[in-house]
């Protein structure tokens, strides 16, 4: 019985270590690829809005009654011209009365400064005390503070006075009018709004684990309505928005026939070599990849590897990884390869 028992041990000894010789060796070829083959470098986009770099709402400078709209809707114009006109009946009004006032300080002062001087003369012979001199100055003085003062009251009228006339602070377009002829505006109620028609900016919203690739990118692509426009960077606002975790980019587009206010996407391809996700074994519990170097074959553990997602590549171009037929390896084993074209 003993004997029987030693037997079918020593069978079992030699039938493991048999199946141990055989797992070392892979019967069936696996297929490789060189990393320069496999290597991907993936394209990111987010969404991004073209928007004219002029946009106004224009508001009453003066209070008065709208005279004359001398624009419509949709209207193109020019930077400097009148869009609305304003009553400006009594703002001329006081603006004449500024300049009456300054007429008679001006009067007043050389009729005192002319006294002055007279005063000054006659004090060298005595015949005008030091106090009377005095007097004499401390009257142009005051003309003069009281010229000064009158001046500036004529350069608040005239300012008034410009009011009157809403200009176009930039070339654009008439986006809508918020009041009509015979109404009443007060300082500070908006009137009209204009869009800048002459240059545009694109805002895109950048996620900070993008920020990086972004940056490094060589190039940027908006697509909307079926156009396709290269992208220039700008600047990234150094600000982190709260809620999104993002910031924002500014971009210049090329030459385009985009209305302001249409959205897209932006698009970048990633600078550096990526693998993809497809390559990565679980061996011990952790995510690598294998090379295989001759007929030997590595497992090497990517830390940073995620499942589904493709990872930086760590090898050089020429490196031959396992692609087809993989999921069987082991580190250390001698196979079989077949390299694909």
Known sequence: MKGVFLVILVFAFVHAHAEQKEAMTVKESITVQAVSQLVIHPQYR???????????????????????????????VLQGETLIQLDCTKYI??????????????????????????????KNNGSVGEAELDAKNMAVLRDQSELDGTNALLSNAKRSVSHCDVLAPFNGIVLEKMVSIGDWV???????????????E?????PLSMKSSFQEAESYLFHA?????????????????????SQKAVLSLGANSLAFGISGELLWTETHAYLPSSLLQFRDEKLGVFSVDNCNVYFNVIDSARLGVPFLSPFKDDVQLAWLGRQGLTDGMCIATEELP
């Open 225 to 245: 309505e079926g156009a396709e426009i290269q992208a220039q960077l700008i600047s990234i606002i150094p600000q982190v928005e709260e809620k999104t975790r």
């Open 93 to 122: 009004a006081d603006m004449r009365q500024v300049e009456s006032q300054l007429n008679a300080v001006k009067i007043k002062l050389g009729f005192d400064q002319r006294e002055f001087n007279r005063s000054e003369k006659l």
């Open 46 to 76: 987010v969404s991004a809005q073209w928007r004219a770099l002029d946009k106004a709402s224009l508001a009453a400078r003066v209070s008065a009654q709208v005279i004359k709209m001398h624009v419509a809707t949709g209207q193109q």
């Open 202 to 206: 694109l805002i895109a919203h950048l």
């Open 186 to 200: 007060n300082v500070g109620q908006p009137v009209i709004s204009l869009l800048g028609n002459s240059s545009g």
